[in-house]
């Protein structure tokens, strides 16, 4: 159950595309809380500057009363503050106090002429923040928040390792909440064996259909054990479940959400801590590559376990078939 929804404001249209389905959350019972970071000139800044600050302050203060009375008939619990200092870490602190389940937000906004902060928050947000960011792209028309939003179809791919799990509740409470069915995705790479028992004779290569086959059970099995699991925990939560073969994860991600009907994809990112997300990882592929929204988590950085190898050699794919080596080179 979802029960405090963050919203990131910054006076912008495009900002307010997230108010629809925070509205919509909110007519099922979440409370929202909407909040617009001030920035001031800093500790030199003039008396005029400082006048300045103020003034604007009030008037940030204004734009969320005046939304406020916008939204009243909305049938939605709605707070809202205003925060002065550093962006990402006033939004942080805000959703510590709110004790936010869900941060909702689109990827960028624009004020005037110049880029708004929120398109460089966003990007941080995602990669620090301990709650699930929901990313929205907005659209050239104006959001009409009273219209709500529905998300009937969630995506959320898993490659067998418990950190890509860490997704499910979240995007099984958000299921809950919307009605919404979960399509739980495993992408397995085709098996390619060389045609000759000697890697360095140049022989043509083969798709191994049986190894694929052997691939596809096994993985099979894994979500389905997933989605029993989701299941028990969740009465009533429609559960269906997809392998994918492609070349690569982001690549079987983006296909399989462009062919069918889904209204948002959900995983958990790479990063750890405060580190960036790695340019060309799974998650940031797929955020560059699909106009779907995201809900994306990144889970508490974990001691890393030298002893046990590395994340790969302890989480191989669930669908991954070791085969015998090759023979040696004479």
Known sequence: MLHTILVPLDGSDFAEHALPLAITLGRRGAAVHLVRVHLRSGEHATARLAELDDLM???????LEQLLERLARSGASLTFSVAD????????EAAEAQRADL??????????????????VADQLMRRSTVPVLLLRPTSKPADPLAG?????????????????????????????????ITLLNVIGPVILPMHPYAYIAVPLALDRELLRAQTVHSDAYLRSIAERLRSRHPGLEVRKEVQVAENAAAGILERARSASFDLVAMTTRAHGLSRLLVGGVADKVMRGTRL?????????EEPDTAAGSEEERSPHPGAITTPERPPAA
Do not use: N
């Open 57 to 63: 302050h009030k008037v940030e203060l204004q734009y």
């Open 85 to 92: 200092g550093s962006v990402v870490s006033c939004l942080e």
């Open 103 to 120: 941060i909702v937000m689109t990827t960028h906004g624009r004020t005037g002429m110049s880029r708004a902060w929120i398109g460089s």
């Open 149 to 181: 939003r529905e998300l009937g179809s969630i995506l959320v791919p898993l490659d067998g390792s418990p950190r890509a799990e860490e997704i499910l509740e979240h995007a099984a409470d958000l299921a809950d909440m919307l009605g919404a069915r």
């Open 293 to 301: 929204p995201l809900l994306l988590y990144s889970p508490p950085e």
